[in-house]
T-cell receptor, first 116, second 114 residues
Framework: GAGVSQSPSNKVTEKGKDVELRCDPISGHTALYWYRQSLGQGLEFLIYFQGNSAPDKSGLPSDRFSAERTGGSVSTLTIQRTQQEDSAVYLC????WGGGSTDTQYFGPGTRLTVL | AQSVAQPEDQVNVAEGNPLTVKCTYSVSGNPYLFWYVQYPNRGLQFLLKYITGDNLVKGSYGFEAEFNKSQTSFHLKKPSALVSDSALYFCAVSLYNQGGKLIFGQGTELSVKP
């Protein structure tokens, strides 16, 4: 079946602009995660949605970052007033069993964000 | 703080030889351990995980990993490397009651030469 999809695959923006990154999880998966992959910081957890529970936002680096998940499916990560240090690959993952610690996460191809 | 270390930035192996990619962890509580592989311009692909039980875990593409609690390690191994195994490998840990968020190591670039 279809895997996790993300759009756009590449995004170039100017410093100070807002961007929205989209993630479509695998159908039926109840948990959704966002991670960031950058040269300086490696792979970092950003935010986690599990069903109807309040999201775990503990990894968001600043209040310029926010995310929502509509209808328990599609998620959008929004970065306001982008900075050059936001340049990274943003990865989305989903898991089938509600996001427990033993779940396997399935990753999308990522969105490469470049802030000029 | 919880952390995962992959002590080698790069591992070079000749095709047909065994390979090992090292991973150690430092966590409080019982860890759940994962290995993922990333090919260029692709997302992460799941290889295997250790949850409980047998310390030797077998996964995709002939890879296996051994959980060693006393050494806090979870090294990835394969008996005979292929050129197509060349990629970036990530070890990760998740913890009970912290949802499923993964803490990743910094990654190890595996290069398999013919």
């Amino acid at each position: 079946g279809a895997g996790v999809s993300q759009s756009p695959s590449n995004k170039v923006t100017e410093k100070g602009k807002d961007v929205e990154l989209r993630c479509d999880p695998i159908s039926g998966h109840t948990a959704l995660y966002w991670y960031r992959q950058s040269l300086g910081q490696g792979l970092e957890f950003l935010i986690y949605f599990q069903g109807n529970s309040a999201p775990d936002k503990s990894g968001l680096p600043s209040d310029r970052f926010s995310a929502e998940r509509t209808g328990g499916s599609v998620s959008t990560l929004t970065i306001q007033r982008t900075q050059q240090e936001d340049s990274a690959v943003y990865l989305c993952a989903s898991s089938p069993w509600g996001g427990g610690s033993t779940d396997t996460q399935y990753f999308g191809p990522g969105t490469r964000l470049t802030v000029l | 703080a919880q952390s995962v270390a992959q002590p080698e930035d790069q591992v070079n192996v000749a095709e047909g030889n065994p390979l090992t990619v090292k991973c150690t962890y430092s966590v409080s509580g019982n860890p759940y351990l994962f290995w993922y592989v990333q090919y260029p311009n692709r997302g992460l692909q799941f290889l295997l995980k250790y949850i409980t039980g047998d310390n030797l875990v077998k996964g995709s593409y002939g890879f296996e990993a051994e959980f060693n609690k006393s050494q806090t390690s979870f090294h990835l191994k394969k008996p005979s490397a292929l050129v197509s195994d060349s990629a970036l490998y990530f070890c990760a840990v998740s913890l009970y009651n912290q949802g499923g968020k993964l803490i990743f190591g910094q990654g190890t670039e595996l290069s398999v030469k013919p």
